[in-house]
Structure formats: C-alpha cells, structure tokens
Antibody, heavy 119, light 107 residues
Framework: QVQIQQWGAGLLRPSQTLSLTCGVY????????WNWIRQTPGKGLEWIAE???????KYNPSLKSRVTISVDTSKKQFSLKLSSVTAADTAVYYC?????????????WGQGTQVTVSS | EVVLTQSPGTLSLSPGERATLSCGAS???????LAWFQQRPGQAPRLIIY???NRATGIPDRFSGSGSGTVFSLTISRLEPEDFAVYYC?????????FGPGTRVDI
C-alpha cells in the first residue's frame, strides 16, 4: 500500500514561487511516473508535468518556462516549483504517481493542496 | 493540443442501472493512451481505466472501457452507491496531457 503525503505553502503573493513536495510512504517501486496536476472549478483538471523512473521529464508547454520538477529517490520525495505565480495559478494541486502493481497500472494521489495567490 | 469532450454533462440514474459515458478527441489518440478517472466529492481523482480498456489494479469488473482513435466510452454495468461521482477522461499520447470536462453521474 502506497500513501502520498503532500505539503507546501498554501497562500502566496503574486510573483512569488510556489513550492510543493510529496512524500511516498509504504511499499517502494522501481518503475513510476510522477505527475503534478491542478484543478480549478473553471478550468477543470490541468496537467502540469511528469518525471519518470529514468529521470525523463515532460512539461505542459504553457507552463514549462516557469516549472521545475525534481525527485529525490533517497528521501522518496517529489517536488514542484512554479515561479512568478499569478491569480491564475490559484488551484488545488495534486501529485499522483502511476506505477505497475499486480501486472496492472495503478495510482496513488496526495490529498491535494489548495494554493491561493492573492495580494 | 488534443481537446477532449465528454457527454453527457450529467447522467441521472439509479443504483443497479447501466451507465454509458462518452469521450471524444479532437484528433486520434495514438496508442489508445486514453484513461478514465473517478472523482468523489472532496477526494482526489482515482484511475479507473488506462489505455482505453485496461482496468487499473483493484477496480471491479463492472467498469469497462472501449473505443479507439477519437471515440471512447466508459460503461458501468450496474451502478453501486459508491459509483455516483464525476468521471474524467484523459489522454497521455500527446503533449500536453489533457482532460475532458467531466461527466457527473447522479442519483
């Protein structure tokens, strides 16, 4: 059983950098796809970025210039930084990881972090 | 970018009934890398189906996915009370990965 715990600042001023981290607890996995996804009532689900077990990364082109994702396998942690935030970055941020289990694909999600950008 | 549309917006059904949800793509989803997610109120989404028809680990067999190219569907054969939720389709074939607007399955 894999559990994901996420943490980070929930209230930011415009132009600041959003910083969120997710930690993995429970069983380990060698093949994985870590993602960051955010959700707003108006735009729905928006994919931000992915990093995999080989260190390969993929980014949403609309956010790429402001996004940095990284993984620390020794600490089993996965992080997101989003620079120069504006009110448009206000959303609930999730960090799902997808990995094979029992011959099939499965997922674990953090609890979500409400991030509000306001002056 | 691949734009996903979902229909209907809301599906009002009763426990025990069959639900059929549709997802359309603005262009072909290569490799049929189309997934379905379930989101219950106050919870994170959860993977139900991946690669169009494969059930994720632990998902009951009343959930089934089908389709290819630009037309996909999710069927719930007999609705259980816990199945009333919002369902999203998502594609991971092309960047950026994208999601549909969701279908709410209501009692």
């Amino acid at each position: 059983q894999v559990q994901i715990q996420q943490w980070g600042a929930g209230l930011l001023r415009p132009s600041q950098t959003l910083s969120l981290t997710c930690g993995v607890y429970g069983e380990s996995f060698s093949i994985y796809y870590w993602n960051w996804i955010r959700q707003t009532p108006g735009k729905g689900l928006e994919w931000i970025a992915e990093i995999n077990h080989g260190g390969g990364t993929k980014y949403n082109p609309s956010l790429k210039s402001r996004v940095t994702i990284s993984v620390d396998t020794s600490k089993k942690q996965f992080s997101l930084k989003l620079s120069s935030v504006t009110a448009a970055d206000t959303a609930v941020y999730y960090c799902p990881v997808f990995y094979p289990s029992g011959g099939f694909l499965t997922d674990s999600w953090g609890q979500g972090t409400q991030v509000t950008v306001s002056s | 970018e691949v734009v996903l549309t979902q229909s209907p917006g809301t599906l009002s059904l009763s426990p025990g009934e069959r639900a059929t949800l549709s997802c359309g793509a603005s262009q072909g989803v290569s490799g049929n890398h189309l997934a379905w997610f379930q989101q219950r109120p106050g919870q994170a989404p959860r993977l139900i189906i991946y690669d169009a028809y494969n059930r994720a680990t632990g998902i009951p067999d009343r959930f089934s996915g089908s389709g290819s190219g630009t037309v996909f569907s999710l069927t719930i054969s007999r609705l259980e009370p816990e199945d009333f939720a919002v369902y999203y389709c998502g594609q991971s074939a092309d960047l950026p990965f994208t999601f549909g607007p969701g279908t709410r399955v209501d009692i």
